[in-house]
């Protein structure tokens, strides 16, 4: 065999591999790509229900929020509870509670609301959001923050 000839193979054989290679990234992506346009696009959101504490741990005529959750816990003086969203309707800022004033006050455009939820004042134009409030078989009361109750709705413990 003369060297031409060798060289001659050895290109053959680099044209080979360099097709076998094309073959095989071709085969691979769309097989990537199939796999995207089967797979379901799925929005994993975080859990709407949170452990909120027992009752005891809040007191009567009390007003707290949880700042993880951005929920109101109140604790009415006839011992009943109800939850209310910390976020302002007029523009989503998020509510302080004043407790001098006994009021929620909204920093960002200056909407107040009365511990009950109702507007007050301001630019909101709707009632801070009632959240359904229950107790789970261990006496915890447990927010929905997905579901959104009348505002005479209230958990009697
Ligand atoms: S966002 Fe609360 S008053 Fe505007």
Same mark, same amino acid.
């Given at each position: 065999?003369?060297?031409?000839?060798?060289?001659?193979?050895?290109?053959?054989?680099?044209?080979?591999?360099?097709?076998?290679?094309?073959?095989?990234?071709? !085969?691979?992506?769309?097989?990537?790509? *199939?796999?995207?346009? =089967?797979?379901?696009? #799925? &929005?994993?959101? @975080?859990?709407?229900?949170?452990?909120?504490?027992?009752?005891?741990?809040?007191?009567?005529?009390?007003?707290?929020?949880?700042?993880?959750?951005?929920?109101?816990?109140?604790?009415?003086?006839?011992?009943?509870?109800?939850?209310?969203?910390?976020?302002?309707?007029?523009?989503?800022?998020?509510?302080?509670?004043?407790?001098?004033?006994?009021? !929620?006050?909204?920093?960002?455009?200056? *909407?107040?609301?009365? =511990?009950?939820?109702? #507007? &007050?004042?301001? @630019?909101?134009?709707?009632?801070?959001?009632?959240?359904?409030?229950?107790?789970?078989?261990?006496?915890?009361?447990?927010?929905?923050?997905?579901?959104?109750?009348?505002?005479?709705?209230?958990?009697?413990?």
């Amino acid at each position: 065999m003369t060297d031409d000839r060798k060289k001659k193979m050895n290109r053959r054989e680099f044209f080979f591999k360099i097709g076998i290679g094309s073959i095989g990234v071709t !085969i691979g992506g769309g097989s990537i790509l *199939s796999f995207q346009y =089967i797979s379901p696009n #799925v &929005l994993f959101e @975080p859990p709407t229900k949170f452990k909120a504490g027992l009752p005891e741990d809040f007191p009567a005529n009390s007003v707290t929020l949880n700042s993880e959750q951005l929920v109101y816990i109140v604790r009415a003086k006839a011992g009943y509870f109800y939850s209310l969203s910390a976020v302002c309707t007029h523009l989503g800022c998020i509510t302080q509670y004043r407790t001098s004033e006994n009021k !929620i006050a909204c920093p960002c455009h200056g *909407s107040i609301f009365d =511990i009950d939820g109702q #507007v &007050l004042s301001g @630019p909101a134009p709707r009632p801070l959001e009632h959240l359904q409030i229950e107790q789970n078989d261990r006496g915890e009361l447990i927010v929905d923050k997905g579901v959104t109750v009348n505002e005479d709705y209230v958990l009697k413990v």
